[in-house]
Structure formats: C-alpha cells, structure tokens
C-alpha cells in the first residue's frame, strides 16, 4: 500500500527557512514523478512543484521559482522541498503526491507551514 | 494559467438524491495525444484530497460507481447519483494537461 508521510513543517518568520520531507513507501520511488501541493487556511489547492524519478527534471509555480527547492533521495525514499525567503502567502498545508495519469493519484496527510512574526 | 471554473460553489443536497458540479476550463485540456487530462479529487472535512476521476471519466480504484464523470472539449461534470453521507466535502476539478496544473476553486457538498 503507498503510503507518504511529510514533515517538517512549523512556525518560521518571514524571511525565514524551512525543509519540509514525504517519505515514501510501499512503493519504488524512483518510478514516479512527485508532486507538492499546497492549501492555505481555508482555500484551495494549489500545484507547487514537481520532480521526475531520477530528478533531471524539475518545475515551479512562479509564485515560489527561486525560493523553493525540489529534490529526492530514491535510495532514501524521501522527497524534499527546500523553501527560502518565506513569506506570509506562503502559509499553508503542504502536500506531496504521486503522479499517475497526469495529476495527483496518492496523497500524503500533509504538513502545515505557518510564515508569521 | 488555465483557469479552472467551477459551479456551483456550494451544493446542498438532500440524501439520496443526485448532485451534478460544473467545470468549465479557459483552454480545451485534450493533449496532442488524444487524451483529455481533467481530474476531480474529493477533500472531507480535516482530511487530505482523495483522486476519484481521471481522464474525464475514469473512476481511481475503490470509488464508489456512483459517482461519475462526463464531458469533453472544454466542459465536465462530476455526477453523485445518490448522495450519502460520506460524501459531504469539498469537491475540486484539475487540469494536467497545460503548465503549470490548475484547479477549480472546489464545490462544497453538504447535506440539506
């Protein structure tokens, strides 16, 4: 059974740093592109970033390009996402994800990140 | 972006009965390969987006044959035939086929 499991998340100030990790398992992670998904306090679902299974390939949402960071360690079975220079928009439950007929098939409980002073 | 639009964005229904949500999208999503990549995920209260439909019409293992999803060009719709308890949620449309993905803004399911 997949089962993803994120981590990480907190309180952090503006400006600050924060890694956030979805371990993997029952599954081969290195065969999936891995996806994270965020949802602020009573909103929607947004797409973050992805990453192929060997992490050659990676995309951002313009809203976090160049502050956040995707990556993978398939030996570990962990995703990561890096996130720099934090701000206020960017608090919200963080989600990782497989992909399987183009868009999110299984989802990890999320973890949420709280920008605030 | 493509924009994901969806209606209504509150459906009170009564149990039993059928519900029908609206997702329109501002660019067709059919891919050059001929397949159409619009999805709809189920979020309960406190929990994390389940995937029910994929490609338009393809239900994800362990749905319910009740729910159901139609469409084509640039209009979908995610069909309820009999509401259950169990279905009172959020209810969100995607794209996968244009960058960067897109949803709806979610259609909220609750009971009369």
């Known amino acids: 059974e997949v089962h993803l499991v994120e981590s990480g998340g907190g309180l952090v100030q503006p400006g600050g740093s924060l890694r956030l990790s979805c371990a993997a398992s029952g599954f081969t992670l290195s065969s999936y592109w891995m996806h994270w998904v965020r949802q602020a306090p009573g909103k929607g679902l947004v797409w973050v970033s992805r990453i192929n299974g060997d992490g050659s390939s990676i995309s951002y949402a313009d809203s976090v390009k160049g502050r956040f960071t995707i990556s993978r360690d398939n030996a570990k079975n962990t995703l990561y996402l890096q996130m720099n220079s934090l701000r206020a928009e960017d608090t919200a439950v963080y989600y990782c994800a497989t992909e399987d007929h183009w868009a999110p098939e299984h989802w990890g409980q999320g973890t949420l990140v709280t920008v605030s002073s | 972006d493509v924009v994901m639009t969806q209606s209504p964005l509150s459906l009170p229904v009564t149990l039993g009965q059928p519900a029908s949500i609206s997702c329109r999208s501002s660019?067709?999503?059919?891919?050059?390969?001929?397949?159409?990549?619009l999805s709809w995920f189920q979020q309960r209260p406190g929990q994390s987006p389940r995937r029910l439909i994929y490609?338009?019409?393809n239900r994800d293992s362990g749905v319910p044959d009740r729910f159901s999803g139609s469409g084509s060009g640039t209009d979908f719709t995610l069909k309820i035939s009999r509401v259950e308890a169990e279905d009172v949620g959020v209810y969100y449309c995607m794209q996968g086929t244009h960058w960067p993905w897109t949803f709806g803004q979610g259609t909220k399911v609750e009971i009369k």
């Open positions: 490609k338009v019409s």
């Open positions: 660019q067709s999503p059919v891919y050059s390969d001929g397949n159409t990549y």
